[in-house]
């Protein structure tokens, strides 16, 4: 009587073992990638579509340091921001419309690296305020033209944030609170690091792979 209901349960556990891999997120194709191998990156100005003016500078002063630490030459922000400059270039968007031959010519990178801010800020809510940064991110081959890599990534102090202590009005008082300290002190600048470091660090599942001064080279990161 009780070999039907086992081998039923057995098969019951089997299709949900068989969904569970269903829902994995799927490893990034690296072929592209692989295949260029670049050694040197340009950071672009991130395009900033959030309504805060830091957002540009706070997440491109912070985002080489990520990418050195993954074993490329990183051009020097400042000589990128000056070499734009001189040309008459004076906003992200315009220096992201730039012709990609055109950067391979004047910086001798092989790819850039673009960013676009979603979100940077601190927001009253109410029942918690949020410092919310949200970016994405795409590698490009500036001698072919081709996509090498994109993604996505976002930092939040809602991730610090214990909820549900000191009763409501204490939590009122502590969302204000936040809220302004937040605002008058650019407290983003700091997610705005740890977003560049979850977006372009390494080893990062399904992130950008290793370049070729890391002891990590070669190994394409794990999957989730």
Do not use: H
């Amino acid at each position: 009587m009780n070999g039907p209901r086992i081998a039923r349960a057995a098969w019951l556990l089997g299709l949900a073992g068989l969904g569970g891999c269903a829902t994995q997120a799927p490893g990034y194709d690296y072929t592209a990638f692989l295949k260029a191998r670049p050694a040197t990156l340009l950071v672009m100005p991130p395009v900033n579509e959030s309504p805060d003016l830091k957002a540009t500078p706070a997440l491109w002063a912070q985002a080489t340091q990520p990418l050195a630490e993954a074993g490329y030459y990183v051009l020097p922000v400042t000589l990128v921001d000056e070499t734009f400059r001189q040309n008459g270039v004076d906003s992200a968007n315009e220096a992201q419309d730039i012709a990609l031959p055109k950067l391979r010519e004047v910086f001798g990178a092989d790819a850039a690296v673009y960013i676009k801010v979603k979100q940077y800020g601190t927001r009253y809510a109410v029942i918690a305020s949020e410092t919310r940064v949200e970016v994405e991110g795409r590698v490009v081959d500036l001698r072919s033209g081709e996509l090498l890599w994109q993604g996505k990534a976002l930092a939040s102090s809602a991730e610090q944030q214990q909820q549900g202590q000191g009763g409501l009005a204490a939590m009122l008082i502590l969302a204000l609170v936040n809220q302004i300290v937040g605002t008058t002190t650019d407290a983003a600048y700091k997610y705005a690091g740890v977003a560049n470091a979850r977006l372009l660090g390494v080893p990062m599942a399904n992130g950008i792979l290793p370049g070729p001064r890391s002891p990590m080279a070669g190994r394409p990161p794990g999957r989730p």
